[in-house]
């Protein structure tokens, strides 16, 4: 069956870097877009940015563009997300998910990886 | 940002009850809205796309409706798996914005 499976939770001290992993299976890994999503406590869900597994190109909302990078491993079907220069505030629980191009509605969703910041 | 309100927050409704959550965005959506359902613990599952289609093995007692910029999820029986946070999410506009979520929890 398709599935998203991620890496394990994370705590990182303000201002370190931190990259969560998502393998993807069941499904043909370059027919699909990758999202990320996260949802701090209390919060809605936030959308960070896609990335085309295709052609490795990614778009992202204007909040994170300076510190997220997205990238993908085709020959693994691992996508990845790193976030930098973190803060209190980026304590979340973060999600992958998955859309079709033009679809964008996002099923399923990966368990989710609660990266928590704190010093 | 297109923004998005839900109503109510939270509702207590017993087995069996018709039960309404409502969806305003701050501008037309054009009917792309979606709707997902997240139990504690657990990832969300998405429930509806599209304003009002079904996505492959939900319950025919799940519905979505609406136009413009006021759309809704009912459900017409609540049943025991029903118990849980519900989500909306417009799929206009980048970046993909959601509202903040309605719980419905057993009266």
């Known amino acids: 069956q398709v599935q998203l499976v991620q890496s394990g939770a994370e705590m990182r001290k303000p201002g370190a870097s931190v990259k969560i992993s998502c393998k993807a299976s069941?499904?043909?890994?370059?027919?699909?877009?990758i999202h990320w999503v996260r949802q701090a406590p209390g919060q809605e869900f936030q959308w960070m940015g896609r990335?085309?597994?295709?052609?490795?190109?990614?778009s992202w909302a204007q909040r994170f563009q300076d510190r997220v990078t997205m990238t993908r491993d085709t020959t693994t079907t691992t996508a990845y997300m790193e976030l930098a220069s973190l803060r209190s505030d980026d304590t979340a629980v973060y999600f992958c998910?998955?859309?079709?191009?033009?679809?964008?509605?996002?099923?399923?969703w990966g368990q989710g990886t609660l990266v928590t910041v704190s010093s | 940002d297109i923004q998005m309100t839900q109503s109510p927050t939270s509702l207590s409704a017993s087995l069996g009850d018709r039960v309404t959550i409502a969806c305003r965005t701050s501008?037309?959506?054009?009917?792309?809205l979606n709707w997902y359902q997240q139990k504690p613990g657990q990832a969300p599952k998405l429930l509806i796309y599209?304003?009002?289609t079904l996505q492959s093995g939900v319950p025919s007692r799940l519905s979505g409706s609406g136009s413009g910029t006021e759309f809704n999820l009912t459900i017409s029986s609540l049943q025991p798996e029903d118990f849980a946070t519900y989500h909306c999410?417009?799929?206009?506009?980048?970046?993909?914005?959601f509202g903040q979520g309605t719980k419905v929890e057993i009266k």
């Open positions: 999410q417009q799929a206009y506009g980048v970046p993909w914005t």
């Open positions: 990335i085309n597994p295709t052609t490795g190109g990614t």
């Open positions: 501008q037309n959506i054009n009917g792309y």
């Open positions: 069941g499904y043909t890994f370059t027919g699909y877009y």
């Open positions: 599209l304003t009002s």
């Open positions: 998910v998955r859309s079709d191009e033009g679809e964008d509605w996002f099923d399923p």
